[in-house]
């Protein structure tokens, strides 16, 4: 029971941290419909990341909690973050404010199937310090920094020196995506599309439960198996080759994001010295410049090699646990893919087959 509690009270805990702790207001990209203004946000993700694991280092030196204690509960930890999910999503989708209830009936009601995965309310604030989605995002970053720290520190206290590098190494990995995304807090008010979708389980459950805990399935499984043969046979050959690997997707989907987030902002600067060229008309501009130049979706081919990068690392190939995200990210990438490129013909005609012209590669240049 304490184990299916935890994510309900490290939900708690964290937004205390997140009401009390300073922020930094900002505006983002997406307009609130009602009033036609951009939504406002407090961002201070990385200040709510380091108190609670430092609150975490804390309660594992005081010998408070055992250290692999995440780890040694994470099925039970995953059931609770799951229910959480399902409650927090049918409160914003079936008792939303009645504001909010109107809105979602002036846009046409699809079915509560539909509702309750996609969502009726477009965000909700609560006393202009709570922006739930933002919330939602720094409390799965947040858990999953917990979760990589118990997971990591199970893998040393069963292996002692005997432990795996590679699975450290893909710790390392996964906390520094998790850390760069919190630096760029405010980059992704402009880039991730869940700024501009509905609360569902979509968002609601993703950030809750699958974030949490799917992103560290690979290093959840890992920590429990001894060091890899191919490992200790390669050395750091293997490890700089999958740090590589991984780095080499993280250019490409953060720089891709950088470039994306300058060119709304300010649209005529020059961004790593790349000019920012793009198609237009009246109505729209598509940037077809550096990253963007590319592939029509270059950050997607840039989460294609993260995933790959922390797959490879732990060098366990016949273990399904560090592919699971991998095996999760490239289909799920391929078909959004699609699906962007469905909405965005439907939302710039003619202008979206200009910028196709320019940029015939899908996602990798030369192949799709």
């Known amino acids: ?18 009401v009390v702790l300073p922020a930094r207001r900002v505006v983002g990209y997406v307009t609130d419909p009602t009033t036609g203004r951009s939504y406002e ?8 990341l380091a108190a609670a694991v ?42 939303p404010p009645r504001r ?42 947040v858990l999953l920094a917990l979760n990589i720290c118990s997971y990591s520190a199970y893998h040393a206290d069963r292996y002692g020196s005997e432990a795996n590098p590679g699975v450290y190494l893909h710790a390392v990995l996964l906390g520094f995506f998790l850390v760069d ?20 389980a979509k968002i609601i459950w993703g950030c809750l439960a699958f974030y949490p805990y799917f992103y560290a399935v690979g290093l959840w499984g890992t920590a429990r198996l001894p060091k890899s043969s191919l490992v200790e046979s390669a050395g750091g050959w293997w490890l700089a080759a999958c740090a590589v690997i991984f780095f080499a997707g993280w250019v ?17 600067r020059l961004f790593l010295g790349i000019e920012p060229r793009a198609v237009t008309d009246d109505r729209a501009r598509l940037l077809c410049s550096g990253f963007w130049g590319v592939s029509r979706h270059v950050n997607y081919l840039g989460e294609i090699l993260i995933s790959l990068g922390l797959a490879l690392a732990p060098g366990h190939l016949t273990s399904a646990w560090p592919w699971l995200y991998a095996a999760f990210m490239i289909p799920f990438m391929l078909i959004r893919e699609r699906a962007d ?17 320019r940029v015939p590669n899908r996602i990798i240049p030369r192949l799709y």
């Not at 594992?60 to 692999?68: E, F, I, K, S």
């Not at 490409?252 to 300010?266: E, T």
Request: charged content about 15%.
């Open 54 to 95: 430092g609150g975490g280092l804390a309660a594992g030196a005081t010998g408070w909690l055992p250290w692999g204690w995440l780890h040694a509960r994470a099925w039970m930890g995953a059931a609770g973050a799951t229910a959480l999910g399902a409650l927090a999503t049918a409160w914003f989708v079936f008792a």
């Open 181 to 200: 995304y919190l630096i760029f807090e405010r980059v992704h008010l402009y880039t991730y599309d869940i700024f501009a979708e509905r609360l569902g």
């Open 341 to 357: 490129e469905r909405r965005c013909a439907a939302k710039y005609g003619a202008l979206w087959d200009d910028y196709c012209a």
């Open 1 to 18: 029971m304490d184990g299916f509690l935890a994510p309900i009270i490290i939900c708690a805990a964290l937004l205390g941290l997140h």
């Open 252 to 268: 490409l989907a953060r720089g891709a994001n950088l470039q994306k987030y300058r060119f709304k902002r300010f649209p005529e």
């Open 41 to 48: 946000y407090r961002l201070n993700g990385l200040l709510v």
């Open 100 to 141: 909010a209830v109107a809105e979602s009936r002036s846009a046409g009601v699809r079915g509560w199937i539909s509702d309750f995965y996609l969502g009726r309310v477009p965000n909700f604030a609560f006393g202009g310090r709570i922006d739930t989605k933002m919330y939602l995002y720094v409390f799965g970053a």
